[in-house]
Nanobody, 128 residues
Framework: QVHLVESGGGLVQAGGSLRLSCAAS????????MGWMRQPPGKEREFVAA????????YYDDSVKGRFTISRDNAKNTVYLQITTLKPEDTALYFC?????????????????????WGQGTQVTVSS
């Protein structure tokens, strides 16, 4: 059974930073691209970032480019999301997921619907 556990969220002031972690078990971690999604209050889940199975390629939504960095440690079955320069609009429940794909590219862009397994999420709240 796939089990993903997110952690690292919290209440921070605008301009602050956080590092989210997602520990995975029950899957062949290094066989999957991994991703972070978020769900703002009252809105649908949206794609934030993804990373290829090897960690060699990463992909970001335009709204977070330059501020968010995704990384992974296959030896620890863990994916991370470093968030800097937080904005109030980053307030959301952040989820990690395992993609059905290993890699993305010009013909295949990451999407929320690619991610078949989810954790319970970690709340990020940014005060202005």
């Amino acid at each position: 059974q796939v089990h993903l556990v997110e952690s690292g969220g919290g209440l921070v002031q605008a301009g602050g930073s956080l590092r989210l972690s997602c520990a995975a078990s029950g899957l062949s971690f290094s066989s999957h691209a991994m991703g972070w999604m978020r769900q703002p209050p009252g809105k649908e889940r949206e794609f934030v970032a993804a990373i290829s199975w090897s960690g060699g390629n990463s992909y970001y939504d335009d709204s977070v480019k330059g501020r968010f960095t995704i990384s992974r440690d296959n030896a620890k079955n863990t994916v991370y999301l470093q968030i800097t320069t937080l904005k109030p609009e980053d307030t959301a429940l952040y989820f990690c997921g395992a993609s059905r794909y290993r890699e993305y590219g010009p013909l295949l862009q990451p999407s929320v619907r690619d991610f078949e397994n989810w954790g319970q999420g970690t709340q990020v709240t940014v005060s202005s």
